[in-house]
């Protein structure tokens, strides 16, 4: 079992940082109702909402990883639903390749 991510505060403009227990980064770039986009560091990632909507959310887990825009794009038209939108927007200034961060 997964511990539940926590949230850090904002950090450059409107994204935040989210640290898990395993000691990894990760900046999430926007988040809907089920779905969340995140940035690891290395590549991009689609989320989705584990379990039922309530306060005692049982966490995310990963669905799609991506290192090309297009494909992302792909990935969140197929499975975002109603959230589509709101990670399409977060996704158009992003490069059309992943460029990793370098510590």
Not at 17 to 26: A, F, I, M, P, Y
Not at 70 to 83: F, T, V
Request: overall charge positive.
């Amino acid at each position: 079992m997964t511990a539940p991510l926590t949230r850090r505060p904002p950090i450059a403009g409107s994204l935040s940082t989210v640290r898990s227990d395993r000691s990894s980064t990760k900046r999430l770039l926007a988040q809907g109702e089920r779905w969340r986009l995140i940035d690891e560091g290395n590549q991009w990632v689609l989320e989705v909402r584990k379990g039922r909507q309530t306060r005692k959310s049982a966490g995310w887990r990963a669905m799609r990883f991506h290192v090309e825009k297009a494909a992302l794009c792909r990935s969140i038209r197929e499975l975002c639903g109603p959230d589509h939108k709101r990670l399409e927007l977060a996704v158009r200034d992003l490069p059309d390749y992943y460029r990793r961060t370098t510590s």
